[in-house]
């Protein structure tokens, strides 16, 4: 399937490709093999491609089914093979990137590209390694919120010539968020400080902001915070509904607008 619906994307021909992560399954090995086979297929995309993890690559691995994996050891492991040089997009094609490499998130980057900024956030499910029993695993995540905070405000910083910005990240951050709560996500959330920080930095600026994110592989459009009605967050499809997201960006008088329809997979 996941052949099929890259070749169907290659004949479209985009200006760029973004991988949200669960590059595999949740129930399949983390084995090296399988992470190096899933490497190779992000630059069998024809166009320059951008990569943030997904929760299947390494938080999950623990699980007796992936592996009984260290999670920890596995995300040094995607680092070391995945962003080896985090200077270049995936892809036949690539192209240069900004990136985080320096503070030790090399797969934070960024690109602008015919007026768009791009950029990648290491956000990914399973509460974003937010394990409330694991000193290890806390103390990865405050790092890794910490610099995502950091890379947030930087790519906003930047944006200042941009006429849009997208941002593409893997969690489902809205499973655990209540529009009703001026706070939006519980004190026990992994998500609570970067989305609290996209909020604040959407309701700063009056260009487009685009969220992409996928997790719970299912399609939804939706406006998540009423404050800041210039930010629209896409999930993208996945798992057995394995189809891609075409995103056209529309420009007019008015500004930038982006249009968002499903790719459909032939050999599904």
């Known amino acids: 399937l996941y052949e099929a619906l890259i070749g169907t994307i290659n004949d479209a021909a985009p ?3 973004i991988h949200v992560g669960d590059t595999k399954t949740g129930g399949s090995k983390c084995s090296n093999k399988k992470l190096n086979a899933q490497r190779a297929y992000l630059d069998s ?9 997904g ?18 050891e596995r995300l040094a492991y995607i680092r070391d093979t995945y962003f080896a040089d985090p200077a270049r997009s ?3 094609e690539t192209i240069p990137l900004t990136h985080q490499a320096k503070s030790g998130y090399p797969e ?3 690109v602008m590209h015919k007026g768009i900024l791009f950029a990648t956030l290491h956000v990914v499910g399973s509460n974003n390694n937010y394990e409330l029993f694991s000193k290890s695993a806390r103390t990865e995540f405050y790092a ?5 905070l950091a890379w947030l405000d930087s790519t906003f ?3 200042e010539t941009a006429d849009a910005i997208v941002l593409a990240l893997h969690a489902d951050m809205f499973r655990a968020f209540d529009p009703e709560d001026s706070e939006g996500w519980p004190l026990t959330s992994g998500f609570r400080d970067i989305g609290k920080a996209i909020r604040a930095h959407a309701r700063a600026t009056e260009k487009p902001v685009l969220l992409v994110f996928g997790d719970s592989h299912r399609h939804v459009i939706l406006t998540p915070f009423k404050d800041a009605p210039n930010l629209t967050a896409v999930e993208v499809p996945g798992a057995k509904d ?4 075409e995103i056209s960006v529309t420009r007019a008088d008015s500004g930038v607008s982006f249009e968002i329809e499903i790719l459909r997979n032939p050999a599904l």
């Open 45 to 53: 995309f024809t166009a320059p491609t951008l990569y943030t993890p």
């Open 242 to 245: 394995m189809h891609a997201l």
């Open 157 to 159: 910083a930047a944006a």
């Open 90 to 92: 995936f892809g036949r």
């Open 55 to 72: 929760d299947n690559e390494w938080t999950d691995c623990h699980r007796e089914k992936a592996g009984a994996y260290d999670p920890l």
């Open 144 to 148: 890794r919120n910490k610099a995502a």
């Open 108 to 110: 934070n980057a960024r």
């Open 15 to 17: 200006d760029l490709v």
